[in-house]
């Protein structure tokens, strides 16, 4: 079982920046991606950015340029760098951690509230 813990959730005023962390444990056995997945309300959840095995990164058009996506070392700790918050960038934040061995399976966080007030 992979246990992923996020932090870095709050209420920041529009302009402002975030740090969002999320770090995985338990049985890891091949990390495909990491990533971050944003859900506002009565909404459906949808992939803000990723970060895969080899590095390569892909974000979603409304945070281009504004959020980056990194991890440490380890390969175990993913963070988000969220600048230039908007109002629209409020939701609920998820961790997610997809395994492909022995099958692709996807792994969520208990998710953190990020909202940018106006």
């Known amino acids: 079982q992979v246990q992923l813990v996020e932090s870095g959730g709050g209420l920041v005023q529009t302009g402002g920046s975030l740090r969002l962390s999320c770090a995985a444990s338990g049985r890891i056995f091949s990390i495909y991606t990491m990533g971050w997945y944003r859900q506002a309300p009565g909404k459906q959840r949808d992939v803000v950015a990723t970060?895969?095995?080899?590095?390569?990164?892909n974000y979603a058009d409304s945070v281009k340029g504004r959020f980056t996506i990194s991890r440490d070392n380890a390969e175990t700790t993913v963070y988000l760098q969220m600048n230039s918050l908007k109002p629209e960038d409020t939701g609920v934040y998820y961790c997610n951690l997809r395994q492909d061995y022995p099958h692709f399976y996807d792994y969520w966080g208990q998710g953190t509230q990020v909202t940018v007030s106006s």
């Open positions: 970060i895969a095995r080899g590095g390569t990164t």
